[in-house]
């Protein structure tokens, strides 16, 4: 949202209904949603007056539209649950979010303006896993959950969709005109005691090194904004690496 005040357009690519920031309420900070412009964004006059009230009238049109669709056999309810369990579902869902990702790339080149995409990828998620590419995996059957060749493998596969997005970023002369944070939320079967990876390029290699200190995932929006020189507004918690 701060940087969509100063002129970034703002995108966010998650999962509909679990990494959602309408669903959420994130009022305001992003223009793009899942691909799509974002329904919820409330017009400044009436950020102090009738917020509350535009969201909800927003999320309840919403919820009205798709129930009238269904009802009249124009499109099929989505199922929440098969976007997170079933990878014919997320595993599409990745490469959508990445292409959605590369044409926003492409208008705001286009368009000179700066660019903040959050992007959430589900491939290495869940208790099975189903990688488009067996190495580790090959030949052998998937019988019980969190079989650790098939979780390898899956990680084989995002470290390939993050080379994309890296190699596209070079492509069109933007990598060394970008962070790339590189980030999660959990290690494997959704533990939060494991030390996981924050990986954070900066433009020409600024700052590069091991900070061998505990951070955490609130520490990435101060050091954005350091490296900007914005000020952290008092409100938010985390510090600058």
């Not at 969509?4 to 959420?24: E, H, M, P, Q």
Request: proline share 4%; with cysteine; glycine share 4%.
């Amino acid at each position: 949202g701060i940087l969509k005040n100063i002129g970034y357009r703002t995108i966010s690519l998650g999962v509909k209904y679990y990494v959602d920031v309408s669903a959420f309420n994130f009022q305001n900070a992003f223009d793009i949603v899942n691909c799509k412009n974002n329904p919820y964004t409330i017009p400044s006059d009436a950020l102090y007056s009738f917020e509350k009230e535009i969201y909800f009238f927003n999320s309840i049109s919403e919820r009205i539209f798709n129930r009238v669709n269904r009802i009249f056999l124009i499109v099929d309810i989505q199922n929440p649950h098969k976007l997170v369990s079933q990878p014919e579902y997320y595993l599409l869902q990745d490469q959508h979010r990445i292409a959605c990702f590369r044409d926003e790339l492409d208008n705001t080149i286009r368009n000179g303006k700066p660019l903040f995409a959050h992007m959430h990828l589900m491939g290495t998620h869940g208790d099975y896993y189903y990688p488009s590419t067996r190495v580790f995996s090959e030949g052998k059957t998937q019988d019980k959950r969190l079989m650790v060749d098939f979780y390898d493998d899956t990680i084989l596969v995002f470290d390939n969709q993050v080379q994309q997005i890296v190699q596209y970023l070079t492509d069109v002369g933007q990598f060394e005109n970008t962070i790339f944070i590189l980030y999660t939320d959990h290690s494997k079967n959704y533990d939060t005691r494991d030390r996981i990876p924050l990986i954070i390029h900066f433009p020409n290699g600024d700052h590069k090194g091991v900070i061998s200190s505990n951070t955490q995932n609130i520490d990435i929006a101060p050091t954005i904004l350091d490296y900007l020189n914005i000020e952290q507004p008092s409100w938010m918690e985390g510090n600058s690496l």
